[in-house]
């Protein structure tokens, strides 16, 4: 460990996309391009004025804090003259109390200010956030199945907290830094304006210098931002993915990417504080520098008799309080940028546009008996080749139809396009003779249920999770439910049976168990249509019975889809359609199939042969 702690802190060649060296310098990057910084300060403003009337009271706060800070430093410069040269103790004695009264007044100002800013800031990242998370849920499907699930929860968390942070304290720095900017420079006018004049010679060096970082420091938070997010979708996928990491033995390869993710993170974040650091560093050497040439002149002209040793030490506080809020937004830029470049990116996912509305006529089906066609239906992801080509079948109610076929064939396509999760580029697909594209969404899943591979169950109780497939079911009928699906019988083996708490996605319970809570959830939404994705991941032989068995009973008098991993799991099925390239290559019963010596007659044997290999 020693020795590492030894090595020199080296960085890897920063890649931003867009961030390059050039020749001009030492360290010069492409021109940032614009990202809106004034469009997203503006968005958070109209935030931030639903809550104008604690805002003005903040403001005022402000003004007053602003005021006595201000005062201050005149009255012990008045006292320095006018009673400790004079020797006037009585009168100093009155002159402290009015300090101590301005100190006070100072400090209640400051944490009334400050208390208020916090409501203010809680309530506008809650508001935000709200949005935010609402609007997730009314984007379409394609818009996740697109992005990293950890960079969107990044942008619900990491971002909205650098929102937080900067509006409890930079809104209220940058407030008091400009008044207390304004009436310092009036005052210092008042008593000496050649002093000012000298001390306002540094603006020009902290302009040039805050611009310089400025263009050098954007891009490079916001890289940081989307590295995180980056990375925190990385941590996710593993941590949820650790027992396929294990079981492949793949524990070096995941620390190598995740290595690799955060070292470019390291980079980027090093680069964008360093930076950003500068500022602060630049301000206090120019002020350090203003003082001193503010003390020197000062002493001359007190020499000379223009000016009085009270307004020297009154006008070197005044310079050092003019340069104080300089030196509170240069410390404030750093989170200022991090905060516009997370919220901007909260912004750009509440501004994806939302599943297209149902029509105006849109219609609700009701007592759907689940006659399902397909008729000539394509689709393509984005503009791609067709991954479903004039496609033709149809389902009569309470059918039992197979989707079988090698991965990317578009099984899961066609259950996509069936639930409207994506909408077909051409064809028409119809239930019980209407066209889904004229029924309200919410309706038409409404009729539909869910078995899915991954059966993924949220964190609370057994009894919720089930419930989650119909809200206003009752204790009995969740129970019901339970027993329908062959779970009952491990749940009351549990600590505290239905009322178990279950961590997120079912953690602590096995894959087999987790699937018959998600059967018991379909039998509770009592579906007309069943859309069954068969499991892929090896089940216990005990376990595998009782899913089988409570299949057939959820299957029973309901149209039902499955798509097909194991061929000997549909035997049964009254139609087996084998896809290959989004088309229907073969089409019938299992017994057909296997007759016509074709595709699925391979596909089957080979499976069997593999069962027997693994049984042997």
């Known amino acids: 460990m020693l020795n590492e702690l030894k090595k020199p802190f080296q960085y890897k060649k920063i890649d931003l996309d867009k961030i390059e060296t050039k020749k001009a310098g030492a360290y010069s990057f492409q021109k940032p391009k614009a990202d809106n910084f004034w469009g997203t300060v503006k968005r958070i403003g109209r935030y931030l004025a639903e809550s104008k009337g604690l805002l003005t009271y903040v403001i005022l706060m402000i003004v007053l804090s602003s005021a006595m800070a201000l005062l201050g430093p005149f009255l012990v410069g008045v006292s320095i003259d006018n009673y400790i040269v004079e020797n006037d103790i009585g009168a100093l004695g009155y002159m402290l109390i009015a300090l101590a009264v301005v100190y006070v007044l100072h400090s209640l100002s400051v944490w009334q200010q400050h208390m208020w800013m916090i409501r203010i800031a809680q309530d506008t990242v809650f508001k935000m956030r709200t949005q935010l998370f609402r609007h997730l849920h009314k ?43 304004v009436g310092t420079v009036a005052v210092m006018l008042w008593l000496s304006p050649l002093l000012t004049l000298i001390t ?14 400025t263009k050098r420091t954007s891009k490079l938070f916001k890289a940081q931002q989307k590295n995180l997010g980056e990375l925190n979708g990385y941590i996710q996928e593993t941590m949820s993915g650790q027992r396929i990491v294990k079981t492949f033995s793949q524990e070096e390869k995941v620390i190598a990417d995740f290595m690799e993710k955060n070292e470019k993170l390291r980079g980027t974040a090093f680069w964008a504080q360093t930076f950003s650091g500068f500022i602060p560093k630049l301000m206090n050497m120019l002020n350090n520098l203003s003082f001193a040439v503010i003390a020197f002149v000062g002493g001359i002209l007190a020499l000379n008799g223009m000016i009085s040793i009270g307004v020297i030490v009154i006008f070197a506080e005044y310079a050092r309080q003019f340069t104080r809020p300089l030196n509170d937004l240069a410390n404030q830029f750093n989170l200022l940028l991090s905060a516009v470049a997370g919220a901007e990116r909260v912004f750009n996912i509440i501004d994806e546009e939302e599943e297209a509305s149902d029509e105006a006529e849109a219609l609700e089906l009701a007592g759907v008996a689940g006659a399902v066609r397909f008729n000539h239906v394509s689709f393509s992801y984005e503009g791609n080749d067709d991954t479903i080509n004039d496609l033709s079948f149809k389902a009569a109610p309470g059918e039992t139809v197979a989707f079988v076929g090698p991965t990317g064939a578009g099984k899961t396509t066609l259950i996509n396009l069936l639930s409207r999760f994506y909408e077909a580029t051409d064809g028409e697909i119809t239930i019980d003779g209407q066209d889904i594209t004229t029924v309200k969404r919410e309706n038409l899943r409404q009729h539909m249920g869910f078995v899915l591979q991954d059966s993924f169950l949220f964190e609370g109780t057994i009894r919720e999770n089930i419930r989650y497939g119909r809200l206003d079911a009752t204790d009995e009928e969740v129970e019901r439910a339970a027993s329908l699906a062959n779970a009952r019988s491990f749940i009351e083996k549990m600590p505290d049976g239905f009322d178990t708490k279950l961590s997120v996605d079912g ?67 009254d139609q087996i359609i084998v896809l290959d390239h989004g088309e229907i290559v073969e089409k019938g019963s299992h017994d057909d199939l296997l007759e016509e010596e074709g595709f699925y007659h391979g596909l089957y044997h080979s499976q069997l042969k593999q069962e027997m290999q693994t049984t042997s």
């Open 507 to 573: 953690g602590g319970i096995s894959q087999g168990q987790r699937q018959l809570l998600a059967i018991a959830r379909a039998i509770l939404a009592d579906p007309s249509i069943l859309i069954l994705d068969e499991a892929t991941s090896s089940i216990d032989t005990v376990t595998e019975i009782k899913i089988q068995e409570a299949l057939q009973r959820l299957m029973e008098g309901r149209t039902s889809f499955v798509i097909a991993h194991r061929l000997n799991t549909i035997q049964n099925a």
């Open 200 to 213: 306002m010679l540094i603006i020009p060096s902290m302009v040039f210098g805050m611009k310089w970082i």
């Open 139 to 181: 984007l379409p499907i394609p818009f996740f199945d697109k992005r990293q699930h950890g960079d969107l929860m990044s942008r619900v968390t990491n971002d909205m907290e650098n929102v937080s942070n900067t509006l409890n304290s930079s809104v209220i720095q940058i407030v008091s830094s400009v008044l207390t900017l």
